[in-house]
């Protein structure tokens, strides 16, 4: 079992900066995938951006892709997504899940996830 915690939510104005952190108690293996999804009110959860923790090979969804930087932390199992130029719609809790058993058309899937951290909030307001 893998157990994941987020941190870095909050409150920021519309062009403003937030970053969030998540940190894996552990990697079940060398294709470890750690990925950043999010959900509003009402809505789906959808993938924002995931990282191969080994590769370092990165994906992003399109309406983050050149203001969300994925990537790994300073501490073991750890990555962080850097996010700028935030917009009122970025707005919605924001998931760290991990798997390490995923190919490469599964991870911009929730539903491929075995590991999910409990969320934490991001809104975009004046």
């Known amino acids: 079992q893998v157990q994941l915690g987020e941190s870095g939510g909050g409150l920021v104005q519309p062009g403003g900066s937030l970053r969030l952190s998540c940190a894996a108690s552990?990697?079940?293996?060398?294709?470890?995938?750690m990925g950043w999804f999010r959900q509003a009110p009402g809505k789906e959860r959808d993938f924002v951006a995931a990282i191969k923790y080994s590769s370092r090979h990165t994906y992003y969804a399109d309406s983050v892709k050149g203001r969300f930087t994925i990537s790994r932390g300073s501490a073991e199992n750890t990555v962080d997504l850097q996010m700028n130029s935030l917009k009122p719609e970025d707005t919605a809790v924001y998931y760290c899940a991990a798997d390490g058993t995923l190919i490469q058309s599964s991870i911009r899937r929730p539903e491929q996830y075995d590991y999910w951290g409990q969320g934490t909030q991001v809104t975009v307001s004046s």
């Open positions: 552990k990697r079940t293996s060398n294709n470890f995938v």
